[in-house]
Each structure stands twice: as structure tokens, then as C-alpha cells.
Nanobody, 128 residues
């Protein structure tokens, strides 16, 4: 059974940083994609950043490029999202999700409906 557990959300001032963690278990295939998605009230879910477990290829949305960095530690089966220079518009519930890799990370990440396993989500609030 696939399980994804997020941690690291919270309240931060504009310009601050947070690091989210996603611990994954239960994947039976070597090649899968873990992604971070976010949803703010009244908005559609957005694919923020994704990474392939096998080759480390990544995707990041234009809205976070240069500010957010996704990385993985395969030994710990954990994916991290380092978020710097946070803005109020980054406020949302952040969820990690996983899916067997059947296409490029760049093709999969913008489409949250392609991901079958989800964590419970963690709130990130950027406010002064």
C-alpha cells in the first residue's frame, strides 16, 4: 500500500523560507514520480514541482522557478521542497503525490489528475 506523509508546513513571513518533506513508502516499482501540488482557496490545484526517483529529472512551474527547489534522498525515500523568497501568493495547502512514471516528468507534473497516490496535505501560510 502506497503511503505519502508530508511535513514542514507552517506560517512564515514574506521573503522567508520553508522546507517541506514527503516520505514515501509502498511503491513497488523503481521508477516513479513524486510531485508537490498546491491548492489555494477558490483556485485550481497547481503542479508546483516534480522529480523522478530514477534519474532525478525535475519540473518546476514558472511561478516558482528560481525560488523553489525539489530534491530527493532515495536512501530515505524522501522528497524535499525547499521554498525560498516566499510570497503571500504562495499560501496554499501543499500536498505530495506519487505515480508510476509513464511519461516525462515535464509532461506529467502539470496534470494532478495523473497522480494516483496522495498525502494528507500541509498548510503553508505566507503572511506578515
Amino acid at each position: 500500500q502506497v503511503q505519502l506523509v508530508e511535513s514542514g508546513g507552517g506560517l512564515v513571513q514574506p521573503g522567508g523560507s520553508l522546507r517541506l518533506s514527503c516520505a514515501a513508502s509502498g511503491f513497488t516499482l523503481e521508477d516513479y514520480v513524486i510531485g508537490w501540488f498546491r491548492q489555494a482557496p477558490g483556485k485550481e490545484r497547481e503542479g508546483v514541482s516534480c522529480i523522478s526517483r530514477s534519474d532525478g529529472s525535475t519540473y518546476s512551474a514558472d511561478s516558482v522557478k528560481g525560488r523553489f527547489t525539489i530534491s530527493r534522498d532515495n536512501a530515505k525515500n524522501t522528497v524535499y521542497l525547499q521554498m525560498n523568497s516566499l510570497k503571500p501568493e504562495d499560501t496554499a495547502v501543499y500536498s505530495c503525490a506519487g505515480q508510476f512514471r509513464f511519461s516525462t516528468v515535464q509532461a506529467m507534473c502539470p496534470h494532478s489528475s495523473l497522480f494516483g497516490s496522495w498525502g494528507q496535505g500541509t498548510q503553508v501560510t505566507v503572511s506578515s
